[in-house]
Nanobody, 120 residues
Framework: QVQLVESGGGLVQTGGSLRLSCAAS?????????????MGWYRQAPGKQRELVAS???????NYADSVKGRFTISRDNVKNTVYLQMNSLKPEDTAVYYC?????????WGQGTQVTVSS
């Protein structure tokens, strides 16, 4: 069974920081296979579509939404099968449910999401 479990969300004031974690488990990630997955963080605010926030490839190339460039950093630990999202200088518009995604070819997996709320 495949599981992506996000953690680290919460309530923070404008300008604050949070670090999200996404731990991957299950047979599909065993035997160092996790390192081949393209990992991403998405978010969905109320009434809006889910959008890509940041992604990191198996070779650690990263990509960011323009709205978070310079503030967010995505990283991965292939030993711990975990991907992180360091979020600094948070703004109220960053408020959303953040989802972890794992993708390789035709296989696509999602976590259950973690709420991030930034108060003004």
């Amino acid at each position: 069974q495949v599981q992506l479990v996000e953690s680290g969300g919460g309530l923070v004031q404008t300008g604050g920081s949070l670090r999200l974690s996404c731990a991957a488990s299950g047979s599909i990630f065993s035997g160092s296979i996790f390192r081949f997955f393209h990992m991403g963080w998405y978010r969905q605010a109320p009434g809006k579509q889910r959008e890509l926030v940041a992604s990191i490839t198996s070779s650690r190339n990263t990509n960011y939404a323009d709205s978070v460039k310079g503030r967010f950093t995505i990283s991965r630990d292939n030993v711990k099968n975990t991907v992180y999202l360091q979020m600094n200088s948070l703004k109220p518009e960053d408020t959303a449910v953040y989802y972890c995604n794992a993708n390789t070819g035709g296989s696509d997996y999602w976590g259950q999401g973690t709420q991030v709320t930034v108060s003004s």
